[in-house]
């Protein structure tokens, strides 16, 4: 099914909800109320249920956005970079959006795994797969890492890169995003290079 884009006036409605739906989420868990979304967005309630008809689509719709936003710099980077430049990139603009979004995420987990997600054509899982699929080819391609079955490879990295694992290095030792980024990159690699 095809959606037509929504209107710009109408689409930043939908951001700045969402974005109240990040902090809500972050420091409150999912305990809270379209009610509650209105007042923490400045906006209507009438318009809030006009955007969600419950709080479950408000995590759906927040989950969405923040794997598109992450696809969208896999693929930013992925256009002009390649190798171990572009595995380093991509690990850095990861953990970026993750200190962002990623103590509100955890909030939201779902209990089917990743694969499963994939699987079943879940959309936002299913693009995030697609776009890391290309990085681990290259890489085996070129001899980086051994050859290995590419969801494992996908899994683990989904796991080393894990938002909860970014959130605690965050909070936790106080990591800097860079120290984490170069951190998790190495951990994956070595995880890749012995798991073939």
């Keep these: 099914m095809i959606t037509a884009p929504l209107r710009r006036d109408t689409a930043r409605t939908r951001d700045r909800l969402l974005d109240a739906a990040g902090e809500l989420l972050a420091d409150r868990g999912t305990a809270f109320s379209l009610p509650d979304l209105a007042r923490a967005s400045g906006v209507a309630t009438a318009t809030v249920y006009r955007h969600f008809a419950s709080v479950h689509d408000v995590h759906r719709e927040f989950h969405t956005r923040l794997i598109g936003e992450l696809v969208a710099e896999l693929n930013d980077v992925s256009d002009r970079h390649h190798g171990l430049d572009r595995l380093r990139l991509i690990g850095e603009r990861w953990v970026r959006l993750a200190v962002q979004w990623g103590r509100a995420s955890t909030r939201i987990r779902r209990p089917e795994g990743f694969l499963e997600r994939v699987a079943a054509g879940d959309p936002p899982t299913s693009a995030l797969h697609a776009g890391l699929a290309p990085v681990v080819r290259e890489l085996v391609d070129a ?54």
């Design 143 to 196: 001899g980086t890492i051994p050859a290995q079955d590419l969801d494992y490879a996908i899994l683990l990295w989904i796991t080393v890169f894990d938002e909860r694992v970014i959130a605690d290095l965050t909070a936790g030792p106080g990591w800097t995003p860079e120290r984490i980024a170069t951190t998790l990159t190495a951990s994956l690699l070595g995880a890749w290079q012995n798991a073939g």
